[in-house]
Nanobody, 123 residues
Framework: QVQLVESGGGSVQAGGSLRLSCAAS????????MGWFRQAPGKEREGVAR????????YYVDGVKGRFTVSRDNAENTVYLQMNSLKPEDTAMYYC????????????????WGQGTQVTVSS
């Protein structure tokens, strides 16, 4: 049984930071590219960041480049999303996912999803 469990969400003021974690089980984690997604109220879910199997390659959408950092610890089967300089427009439910493919960077299809963790940024 595959499980992806996110944690670390919360409420912060603009300019603050949060670190999200996603613990994976039931998958061959080190063989899986991972992604972080978010969905704001009334909007479609969007891919935010992705990381390759061994963590050597990362990709970010334009709106979070320079502020968010994705990383992983394959020994702990965990992927992280460090979010700095948060803005009110970053407010959303954040999900981690096991990506279906590692390429291309613009492919955001996923096989498995976590339940999400809420991030709220106030101005």
């Amino acid at each position: 049984q595959v499980q992806l469990v996110e944690s670390g969400g919360g409420s912060v003021q603009a300019g603050g930071s949060l670190r999200l974690s996603c613990a994976a089980s039931g998958i061959s984690f080190s063989s899986t590219c991972m992604g972080w997604f978010r969905q704001a109220p009334g909007k479609e879910r969007e891919g935010v960041a992705r990381i390759s199997k061994m963590g050597g390659t990362t990709y970010y959408v334009d709106g979070v480049k320079g502020r968010f950092t994705v990383s992983r610890d394959n020994a702990e089967n965990t992927v992280y999303l460090q979010m700095n300089s948060l803005k009110p427009e970053d407010t959303a439910m954040y999900y981690c996912a096991a990506l279906s493919r590692c390429y291309p960077d613009t492919f955001w299809g996923a096989d498995y999803w976590g339940q999400g963790t809420q991030v709220t940024v106030s101005s």
